[in-house]
């Protein structure tokens, strides 16, 4: 380890002996690359040992966001091996399947007991109840609920959940998963989790609990509402809204106002980064959004969230909303009245980011929703490995491939993975272990129009991927890797960064397409994404590198101050940011310029496969074997190879 990586590490490990308190353990780094530390912390409590993982990047990123302080913000689900031991709670079989259990709360105020009881129920017949959608804290319980007179051992948020959901003058009936579903019980585990959709759309009312208030709580409400109400407005006014949004601009809260910096670090609580939450709001009737005592809608809310990605006005406040808008747009596309949804491997692409306690519930917690869930749901299987749940899916969508080779793209980085028996063609869809974006969703790829050729197939047990591809060029030099940042944080510490990638550039002196270096550089930053070009400046050749001079101007003369700068400028930075983030410069020996998996290194092959929207990177194996490394961008190289080039070959990746 460098020293910075001893101080990273020291600091990871106070913050987390600050968050658990009764923590006395150690922590160890594992993991062949010394930025990708897998901490492990272990706890002594009452009920027994218990302990969690942490990557290292997920924990500097929260300890980072200010947001974040208060939360323990790492759990979800009860459904790991880290359940403390405690006396078991008698929990009754289902009488056949299709049968839920919901909790009765009885009534009660304040500080008074928690009891009620557990009423069995056919989900098919069921009474009106609401679904409670929440993150699971902490791990250790440090309370109870009184249920059929006997104590079922619940954390201390959860009780104080209970004791806002609670009704003064008669009983509520709630289902939450931690209380409804017997935590123990794996094959109960797997069948419940298979209803958990029908759970959330039968539910009369989803409540969605962020956690009890704080200081900035009252003040993030009011901005909302003052600013839902002003969009409300105009599309009573105006009808439609993505176009009329910037007509209201003078009825929105100011950017600078200081009450958005509250409505952020709400938007940034824990519950916006989980992702069992996706289907628990996208399929409810009614959503609320609770946190402490102040509550709203949650289609007004979402409303607000997508409103962000349209408004000049709202995208100009300086608050984080990667999370929440992510979250409001994703259930806008899935939510039951769409008639197209997503499919599985698309929902997995856009919650790369998100967590899930266990990882296996990246992909089950997705089942509900995703236009194809339905074919996964039988295959649903809390004692199956977790690379296994993963290869399974990247297979399916790989051995007859139909959706231009996505789970190739999705493919990660080997600095990111986690789990090591998973082969690198396979996406590693685990928290902090895959890039957050995939080159497909932007301009640059181009896939080749469809043909005859035989498809990709997959052999060996599931382990072997053979590919048609074409080697075009090897890697002679990589850059400076970027430090990794959070989404949506500003990166401008990058340029010192950039300045070195330059340096390589130029060493190019002519490029392969004719462009002046820095022009083809500027575009390379960006993966030349066309978007932000007039048509008028599509023609001009030196455009982008206009851009890049005023970022790179405006930072280094300390004036990097969103309002004071061009909106292209802000664009482009913007562009930037999400094509460098986990990614690294590299030139080839033939004379281009990429941008690549941030693990790419001297002597990878890039290569361009048979129905892939960009190039990759790949490396040599023993047994005439490669290893995948990753998407690439490669300036100039981005036309797919034609399928009658006689360059192309059987590539076997492992
Ligand atoms: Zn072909």
Redesign the pocket.
């Known amino acids: 380890m460098t020293d910075d990586d001893r101080t990273t590490f020291h600091s990871l490990l106070s913050l987390m002996l600050e968050k658990s308190c009764r923590a006395v353990g150690h922590l160890s780094t594992t993991g062949r690359f010394k930025k990708c530390y897998l901490a492990v912390i272990e706890w002594r409590t009452i009920n027994g040992p218990g302990y969690r993982y942490y990557h290292s990047e997920e924990y500097l990123y929260k300890k980072n966001s200010s947001g974040l302080s208060n939360h323990q913000s790492s759990g979800r689900r009860p459904r790991d091996e880290s359940w403390p031991s405690a006396v078991p709670f008698p929990y009754e079989p289902f009488e056949s399947a299709g049968h839920i259990r919901v909790l009765e709360l009885e009534a009660g105020e304040g500080l008074e007991p928690l009891t009620g009881r557990l009423v069995p129920m056919d989900l098919r017949t069921a009474q009106e109840f609401e679904a409670v959608s929440y993150v699971w804290g902490q791990q250790h319980h440090g309370t109870y609920l009184t249920c059929d007179g006997r104590q079922i051992s619940i954390t201390t948020p959860v009780a104080e959940m209970l004791r806002r959901f609670r009704l003064p003058d008669r009983p509520r009936r709630l289902w939450i998963d931690a209380i409804c579903i017997n935590q123990r019980d794996v094959l109960e585990r797997n069948s419940q989790v298979g209803l958990m959709g029908d759970i959330y759309r039968s539910a009369a009312r989803v409540l969605i609990w962020l956690g009890e208030e704080d200081a900035q709580t009252v003040d993030a409400f009011k901005i909302f509402e003052d600013a839902y109400l002003a969009i409300d407005k105009a599309i009573t006014r105006y009808g439609s809204y993505p176009t009329l949004l910037n007509l209201l601009e003078s009825e929105l809260p100011a950017p600078d106002d200081k009450r958005w910096i509250a409505f952020g670090a709400l938007m940034y609580r824990p519950w916006f980064t989980r992702t069992w939450i996706l289907q628990e709001v996208s399929l409810a009737r009614v959503a609320s959004v609770h946190c402490g005592q102040y509550w709203c809608y949650w289609s007004h809310l979402a409303l607000l969230l997508r409103a962000f990605h349209y408004t000049a006005a709202l995208r100009a406040i300086d608050v984080d909303l990667y999370w929440s808008s992510t979250v409001a747009s994703i259930a806008a596309q899935t939510e039951p009245q769409q008639h197209i949804k997503p499919s599985l491997l698309r929902l997995l692409a856009a919650t790369i980011d998100t967590g899930a306690t266990n990882p296996r519930d990246k992909v089950y917690a997705l089942l509900g929703i995703a236009g194809d869930g339905a074919a996964f749901r039988s295959g649903i299987d809390y004692d199956k490995s977790v690379a296994d749940v993963f290869r399974e899916v990247a297979i399916r969508y790989l051995d007859a491939p139909n959706d231009n080779l996505l789970a190739l793209h999705l493919a990660s980085d080997p600095a990111w993975r986690s789990e090591r028996s998973l082969p690198s063609w396979a996406p590693d869809f685990h928290i902090g272990a895959t890039r957050a974006m995939t080159l497909l969703g932007m301009s640059c790829a181009k896939f080749?129009p469809p043909?005859?050729?035989e498809a990709p197939n997959v052999s060996n047990n599931g382990m072997l991927l053979n590919i048609?591809g074409v080697v075009k060029t090897r890697i002679t030099g990589t850059g400076r890797r970027l430090p990794v940042r959070a989404p949506g944080t500003h990166a401008v510490d990058a340029l010192f960064f950039l300045e070195q990638w330059r340096t390589m550039a130029k060493r190019l002196r002519h490029y392969p397409t004719n462009e002046p270096i820095d022009e083809a550089f500027s575009r390379t930053l960006i993966v030349n994404q066309q978007t932000l070009l007039s048509k008028s400046e599509q023609q001009t050749p030196q455009t982008y590198h206009m851009y890049f001079q005023q970022f790179r101007d405006s930072y280094l003369a300390g004036e990097w101050q969103p309002d004071n700068l061009y909106a292209k400028t802000l664009l482009y930075h913007h562009y930037l940011q999400n094509a460098c983030r986990r990614r690294t410069f590299f030139v080839t020996q033939d004379g281009h310029m990429g941008l690549g998996p941030y693990f790419a290194r001297r002597d990878d092959l890039v290569v361009r496969f048979?129905?892939a929207g960009t190039p990759f990177i790949i490396r040599k194996r023993k047994g005439g074997w490669y290893r995948l490394v990753g998407e690439a961008y490669v300036h100039g190289m981005m036309e797919p190879e034609p399928?009658w080039s006689d360059s192309w070959q059987l590539l076997s990746l492992v």
Do not use: D
């Open positions: 080749s043909c005859e050729c048609k048979h129905g399928c």
